[in-house]
């Protein structure tokens, strides 16, 4: 579990997060087709919620860290990993680099940490 701003939220619930505030991407809910939670693109397809676990899978927190279009750096120390993203962002008509990290047990979820904190979620 993770603190999101004052909230515990669990993994599905940070892939939730994650999709939206990352991916850019629509909750559409349960769909008839296949009774199941689903996610629509930014490209029109849709991709079921099971499907979507970039907390948990590697190919999908790197896609998370494509989408944030920063450079990044991923180390693994004794206990943690660490992902530490800097990223550019035109403010006021100035560059400003902002950085943040994140600190898991695991790779895909310390990228997923860092990531939310790039698109300004407040996660510990």
């Known amino acids: 579990f993770v ?3 004052d ?6 619930e940070l892939d939730r997060l ?3 505030k990352v991916m850019g991407w629509f909750y559409v809910g349960i769909l008839i087709v296949n009774s199941r939670k689903s996610y629509q693109t930014s490209d029109g397809s849709v991709i079921d919620f099971s499907d979507w676990q970039p907390t948990r899978n590697i190919a999908q927190a790197w896609e998370c860290l494509e989408e944030i279009s920063a450079g990044y750096v991923i180390r693994k120390g004794p206990l943690l990993y660490r992902c530490l993203l800097a990223k550019a962002d035109s403010y006021e008509g100035e560059e400003d680099l902002g950085t943040y990290e994140g600190k898991a047990d695991f ?3 310390a990228i997923v940490l860092a990531c939310l ?3 300004g979620c407040e996660v510990d």
């Open 3 to 5: 603190l999101v701003g």
């Open 107 to 109: 790779a895909p979820l």
């Open 7 to 12: 909230e515990v939220k669990s993994l599905d």
């Open 117 to 119: 904190k790039a698109v």
């Open 18 to 20: 994650c999709a939206e």
